[in-house]
């Protein structure tokens, strides 16, 4: 299969394969006489694997270790599972700072009229011509 036709099939983009297999997600994928690289079912189930674990959040150099990793055998598990777990209190203090920026924010908006534009008006009497964007 094509880098085309993978890039098709999985919804990633053909510089995204490259980028892959260049910091080692991928396999080195085989190619064809004239150079095309051409992804066997194995290559595509690791495109697959990849897919699924960036969209857990997992980050490409978090995900570059864990796969090197695992090409290192069973002797590897509790590395690769504590690696996950690093992930994951990563996304938990991500909500958390994303919870506190909404209520933030849900806080504005309560009190828009009252607060907001008081305040703009207040930034206004200080610089009250337009900046140049």
Do not use: H
């Not at 892959?20 to 080195?28: A, C, D, F, M, S």
């Not at 938990?92 to 008081?118: C, H, P």
């Not at 703009?120 to 140049?132: D, G, Y």
């Amino acid at each position: 299969m094509t880098i085309a036709e993978v890039s098709r099939r999985y919804g990633v983009s053909a510089d995204t394969l490259r980028y892959y297999e260049k910091v080692g997600l991928l396999p080195n994928i085989s190619r064809t006489a004239g150079g095309i690289r051409n992804y066997s079912e194995d290559d595509c189930s690791w495109v697959e694997y990849i897919k699924c674990m960036r969209s857990a959040g997992v980050s490409v150099e978090t995900l570059a270790e864990y796969v090197a990793l695992f090409y290192q055998g069973p002797s590897t598990i509790q590395a690769r599972k504590n690696l996950l777990l690093k992930q994951r209190e990563q996304i938990v203090a991500r909500i958390s700072e994303l919870n506190d920026i909404l209520t933030r924010l849900d806080w504005k908006l309560d009190g828009y009229e009252e607060r907001m534009l008081k305040c703009e008006e207040n930034l206004k009497a200080v610089r009250p011509e337009s900046p140049a964007i």
